[in-house]
């Protein structure tokens, strides 16, 4: 497994965090009167799937707030947003989508600031009971009235709300 170190991360650009802040404020104001909650890039999960290993996504929306071990959730979150970034793109698409599909998460968005494109990767199961990720739907300018969160259908953020990204 390859663990990208500390400093790699701290390579992200201002716009993946503001990315990230977008989506926390818009739907996390919408869903805060039922048991799930949305957080940041500030919660750790450890899954047995995962050899109890620490990892943290982007943006996660869990439903299961009990499901703890001291600092870190060890429910599965039904939704996880990575915002890519130069240091961890190729980490999002390969080892951590497929920690991800091994956990059983329901929704996996890659978003990319940069194109500002939205991917929707949902999970599925193959012939052999081997979960896989496929592309349910990529959002971009074009078709972005189909931005939604498949998992949460009554939660909404449009596309212009998750790249309200200020000129710098």
Not at 65 to 81: C, Y
Not at 107 to 125: G, N
Not at 130 to 144: C, D, G, I, Q, S
């Amino acid at each position: 497994m390859n663990i990208l170190p500390v400093e790699s991360f701290s390579k992200t650009y201002l716009e993946h965090s503001i990315v990230i802040h977008n989506f926390v404020i818009k739907v996390g104001s919408q869903i805060k009167d039922s048991l799930c909650r949305v957080f940041g890039d500030t919660v750790q999960y450890e899954w047995r799937e995962n050899d109890y290993k620490v990892i943290v996504p982007d943006v996660s929306i869990i439903c299961n707030m009990r499901d703890r071990k001291n600092i870190s959730f060890t429910g599965i979150p039904r939704f996880v947003m990575e915002v890519l970034s130069d240091s961890t793109e190729k980490y999002d698409r390969g080892e951590k989508m497929q920690i991800y599909a091994k956990a059983g998460i329901g929704e996996y968005w890659i978003v990319d600031w940069r194109k500002k494109q939205v991917e929707i990767y949902l999970f599925d199961f193959d012939e052999n009971d081997m979960v896989y990720p496929y592309l349910y739907k990529t959002v971009t300018r074009e078709n972005a009235e189909e931005l939604g969160i498949v998992m949460f259908p009554n939660l909404q953020i449009t596309f212009d709300e998750l790249f309200d990204i200020p000129e710098f």
